[in-house]
């Protein structure tokens, strides 16, 4: 179950280029030749997915909206199905300095409309991702201190501190034209091209000029089908071939050991395959600890007691891993030694009888949760009510409640995390750091928790490249946290869930992602 993580590994005394650009810059056979084309013209590729994006704009981070772009746009380098670093757009790459990355630009690339891929615009996209007011990559990309080139297709991209992340940060950055603002028409240098683009599907054809890899499909259809039930209709009656988006309750079926849970559903069309496979998602109850309950570490401790991880399994019919810490098995700073706390709902109960003793009286929390998850609500409230915790339950919407965990208004609220990196900073950054309006630190700690040895750890964990010593750093900071400050309770790692006809070839990624020149 354990994926392969991002380990950016740099030798300080020699600065020598690494990963797969030694066998580019030694004259081995570039991995990116053509293979042949799998399917015949007339074969269509449909992939079904249950959100539309509001926007194809390269500079956004959401999945939503990068789930639509995988196969148009591309950056200097990508990840694989298990997030190694590969090379894209950037032939070679390495460290001048621990301060300075020099990467040179692949030669004879295209873009769709015929014009050649050139530095200005690496330089364009890049500073566009790192300034545009719509930008979702600006915080992740604030220690690149200055973009230069070195020559016509040379770069050098520094940093205001040894950056160990700098390569995935590149991959999260598409690269567009220098100068193109129209981003609902998008143009990339992706292996497909689009030719159409409404509301609810984009229709993309294969780049004839393409520099790597030929895609099997000549052809590629996206719909957004909002609807469960019409997902699933789509799916059976073969209008899509690929779902992103199976609801669990109609996976379940298809393992024996999940089927008998209430509520599973089956799936008619005999000819579909389900794959479940492990995500970059914890999902997680947090602690507001302003509040005058919460802020006392024997009821923290006690509610996390409570709450038992197998009934989160249940919910979510069998597709989920119990969670003992903020990030998942896979992700590069989990600590193996964090055992987690047993559910022990006696021994809960003695907690909060130490707190209150003999002046016992019944205390009120609010619990904001996402509200297309109410069974979490109410199995929350009911096993808090055993402890003599009244639970308001309040459902929001996403964004209500990522506004209201940014606001630092929240007595305790569920949140879903996905290391988008493979690496455990970014949760760390964005939902433990204490609050720092100069450098965006902890924009998402609705916990307003602060803890400066722990602030202390993620710092130096950010600059440096000793790998090994940067990964106790990310695992000391993830003990403390769990164990012992006690900053939530971890409920469960994700499964991604993917449903296809029998005669496709797919092979998922541990960020979720769906690229249709990987289908075949």
């Given at each position: 179950m354990?994926?392969?993580?991002?380990?950016?590994?740099?030798?300080?005394?020699?600065?020598?280029?690494?990963?797969?650009s030694?066998?580019?810059?030694?004259g081995?056979?570039?991995?990116?030749?053509?293979?042949?084309v799998?399917r015949?013209?007339?074969?269509?590729?449909?992939?079904?997915y249950?959100?539309?994006?509001?926007?194809?704009d390269?500079v956004?981070?959401d999945?939503v909206?990068?789930?639509r772009?995988?196969?148009?746009?591309?950056?200097l380098?990508?990840?694989?199905?298990?997030?190694?670093?590969?090379?894209?757009?950037?032939?070679?790459?390495?460290?001048i300095?621990?301060?300075?990355w020099?990467?040179?630009?692949?030669?004879?690339?295209?873009?769709?409309?015929?014009?050649?891929?050139?530095?200005?615009?690496?330089?364009?996209s890049?500073?566009?991702?790192?300034?545009?007011?719509?930008?979702?990559?600006?915080?992740?990309?604030?220690?690149?201190s200055?973009?230069e080139t070195?020559?016509?297709?040379?770069i050098?991209?520094?940093?205001?501190?040894p950056?160990?992340?700098l390569?995935?940060?590149?991959a999260?950055?598409y690269?567009?034209?220098d100068?193109?603002?129209?981003?609902?028409e998008?143009?990339?240098?992706g292996p497909?091209k689009v030719m159409?683009?409404?509301t609810?599907?984009?229709?993309?054809?294969?780049?004839?000029?393409?520099?790597g890899?030929?895609?099997?499909?000549?052809?590629v259809?996206?719909?957004?089908?909002?609807?469960?039930?019409?997902?699933?209709?789509?799916?059976?009656?073969?209008e899509?071939?690929f779902?992103a988006?199976l609801?669990?309750?109609?996976?379940?079926?298809?393992?024996e050991?999940?089927?008998?849970?209430?509520?599973?559903?089956?799936?008619?069309?005999?000819?579909?395959?389900v794959?479940?496979?492990?995500?970059?998602e914890?999902?997680?109850?947090?602690?507001?600890?302003?509040n005058?309950l919460l802020?006392e570490?024997k009821?923290r401790?006690?509610?996390?007691k409570a709450l038992d991880?197998?009934?989160?399994?249940?919910?979510?019919?069998?597709?989920?891993?119990?969670?003992?810490q903020f990030?998942?098995s896979?992700v590069?700073g989990?600590?193996p030694?964090?055992?987690?706390?047993?559910?022990?709902?006696?021994?809960?109960?003695?907690?909060?009888?130490e707190?209150?003793?003999?002046?016992?009286?019944r205390?009120?929390?609010?619990?904001?949760?996402?509200?297309?998850?109410?069974?979490?609500?109410?199995?929350v409230q009911?096993?808090?009510?055993?402890?003599?915790?009244?639970v308001?339950?309040n459902?929001?919407s996403?964004?209500?409640l990522?506004?209201?965990?940014?606001?630092?208004?929240?007595?305790?609220?569920?949140?879903g995390?996905r290391?988008?990196?493979?690496?455990?900073?970014?949760?760390?950054?964005?939902g433990v750091?204490?609050?720092?309006?100069?450098?965006?630190?902890?924009?998402f700690?609705?916990?307003n928790?602060?803890?400066?040895?722990?602030?202390?750890?993620?710092?130096?964990?950010?600059k440096?490249?000793?790998?090994?010593?940067?990964?106790?750093q990310?695992?000391?900071?993830?003990r403390?946290?769990?164990?012992?400050?006690?900053?939530?309770?971890?409920l469960?790692?994700?499964?991604?869930?993917y449903a296809?006809?029998?005669?496709?070839?797919f092979?998922?990624?541990v960020?979720?992602?769906?690229?249709?020149?990987?289908i075949?």
């Amino acid at each position: 179950m354990l994926v392969s993580v991002i380990l950016v590994t740099a030798a300080l005394g020699v600065y020598l280029f690494f990963g797969e650009s030694l066998l580019y810059r030694f004259g081995y056979q570039d991995p990116t030749a053509l293979r042949n084309v799998a399917r015949p013209d007339t074969e269509i590729l449909t992939i079904g997915y249950a959100y539309a994006p509001n926007d194809y704009d390269p500079v956004l981070f959401d999945p939503v909206s990068r789930s639509r772009m995988t196969d148009v746009y591309e950056s200097l380098v990508r990840t694989d199905e298990n997030l190694n670093i590969k090379p894209a757009l950037a032939s070679t790459w390495g460290l001048i300095d621990p301060y300075t990355w020099e990467f040179v630009i692949r030669k004879n690339v295209k873009f769709h409309d015929g014009t050649t891929l050139t530095v200005n615009d690496v330089v364009y996209s890049l500073n566009r991702a790192m300034k545009d007011q719509k930008s979702q990559l600006k915080s992740l990309l604030s220690t690149i201190s200055a973009i230069e080139t070195s020559d016509e297709m040379t770069i050098r991209i520094k940093t205001s501190v040894p950056d160990p992340l700098l390569l995935s940060k590149m991959a999260a950055v598409y690269i567009s034209q220098d100068g193109y603002a129209n981003f609902n028409e998008p143009v990339g240098t992706g292996p497909y091209k689009v030719m159409g683009l409404t509301t609810d599907e984009m229709f993309m054809e294969r780049f004839g000029d393409y520099w790597g890899e030929t895609p099997a499909f000549k052809s590629v259809i996206v719909k957004m089908i909002a609807d469960r039930e019409e997902r699933i209709q789509a799916l059976e009656s073969g209008e899509v071939n690929f779902l992103a988006n199976l609801p669990p309750n109609y996976a379940c079926s298809f393992f024996e050991e999940f089927k008998d849970i209430s509520g599973c559903k089956s799936l008619k069309n005999k000819n579909i395959v389900v794959k479940a496979t492990p995500g970059l998602e914890v999902s997680f109850i947090a602690f507001n600890f302003n509040n005058e309950l919460l802020k006392e570490k024997k009821y923290r401790v006690a509610i996390k007691k409570a709450l038992d991880p197998e009934v989160f399994k249940k919910i979510a019919f069998g597709f989920a891993i119990p969670a003992r810490q903020f990030v998942s098995s896979g992700v590069f700073g989990f600590n193996p030694d964090i055992m987690g706390e047993v559910y022990d709902i006696d021994e809960a109960k003695k907690l909060v009888d130490e707190v209150v003793g003999e002046s016992f009286s019944r205390i009120a929390v609010t619990f904001d949760y996402p509200d297309s998850l109410p069974p979490v609500g109410l199995y929350v409230q009911g096993q808090l009510r055993d402890l003599g915790i009244d639970v308001d339950l309040n459902p929001l919407s996403d964004a209500e409640l990522a506004k209201k965990i940014m606001a630092g208004d929240s007595d305790m609220y569920y949140m879903g995390w996905r290391s988008e990196l493979g690496d455990a900073s970014d949760f760390l950054l964005a939902g433990v750091h204490s609050v720092d309006a100069n450098s965006g630190y902890g924009s998402f700690n609705g916990m307003n928790y602060n803890n400066l040895n722990v602030d202390e750890l993620i710092g130096e964990s950010q600059k440096n490249l000793d790998t090994q010593a940067r990964l106790e750093q990310l695992q000391e900071a993830m003990r403390i946290i769990t164990e012992d400050d006690v900053v939530g309770v971890p409920l469960f790692e994700s499964e991604v869930l993917y449903a296809y006809t029998d005669d496709l070839n797919f092979k998922s990624r541990v960020d979720g992602y769906v690229y249709a020149s990987n289908i075949k």
